[in-house]
């Protein structure tokens, strides 16, 4: 069965708006697990049962070879990096959220005069890091690999809710029909369950109110909203 019914197998809530409007999307091969589909903020995810546990995630990144060194490497981060510098006064305190086992990108705003305190669950585990207010606040190749996206960005746009300062995310955009998303390899990697859209997007800046752009299929920022009165 690879159509759009409502399933019958699930009684998930989508884990970004709670909507129970969830829809099975693709039910995938390798690895073998179903994804289903918000039909309120477009978010695809794949349901609990299928989701790694935490040991197993953590093996995955331990493999990860990513360190401040590898100009490739900063290169990928600068799509992020270089449009999220343009729009901080320095400088600025920010926060990397989810730096991952070579935390590099908080090195880079720090080359640039900036002071970035970095926080991830399984390599800088300080939760002390997330009760501060930040002018900034990133999270690469993060959301894509949450189970609890809502919790997430509500404290993502927390920790700058005071200085209205950008956050900026970096994850592949799904694309808007089923034929690609089946031959979209990004779907594939067992610690990716959660895929946003350029409607998901807009929909978490509206309820942020947050201005919203996006640049390419993987780089989204989130502004404070220009006021027009
Ligand atoms: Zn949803």
Redesign the pocket.
């Known amino acids: 069965m690879k159509n759009n019914n409502k399933s019958l197998l699930y009684n998930e809530k989508?884990p970004?708006?709670?909507?129970d409007d969830?829809l099975l999307y693709w039910q995938g091969q390798n690895p073998t697990r179903d994804y289903l589909h918000?039909q309120?903020?477009?978010?695809v995810f794949v349901p609990s049962r299928f989701q790694l546990c935490s040991e197993e995630e953590k093996k995955i990144y331990d493999q990860h070879e990513n360190n401040p060194q590898d100009e490739r490497y900063r290169k990928f981060l600068g799509r992020l990096f270089a449009p999220m510098s343009t729009m901080l006064s320095k400088p600025s305190k920010g926060l990397d959220f989810g730096s991952g086992p070579g935390p590099t990108l908080s090195k880079m705003f720090a080359e640039q005069g900036h002071q970035c305190a970095i926080y991830d669950k399984f390599y800088a585990n300080d939760t002390s890091t997330l009760g501060k207010d930040y002018g900034f606040v990133s999270a690469t190749e993060v959301v894509e690999h949450l189970a609890n996206p809502k919790d997430v960005f509500g404290m993502l746009f927390s920790l700058t809710e005071k200085t209205k300062g950008p956050v900026g995310i970096m994850t592949k955009l799904h694309p808007q029909d089923r034929k690609s998303f089946m031959q979209w390899h990004y779907k594939n990697d067992p610690t990716h369950i959660a895929f946003f859209s350029h409607i998901?997007m807009e929909k978490l800046a509206k309820s942020y109110d947050r201005d919203l752009l996006i640049l390419g299929t993987d780089v989204v920022i989130f502004t404070n909203k220009k006021r027009t009165s």
Do not use: G, K, R
Not at 16 to 19: A, I, V, W
Not at 40 to 43: A, I, K, Q, Y
């Open positions: 989508c970004l708006c709670t909507s969830c918000c309120h903020c477009d978010l998901t």
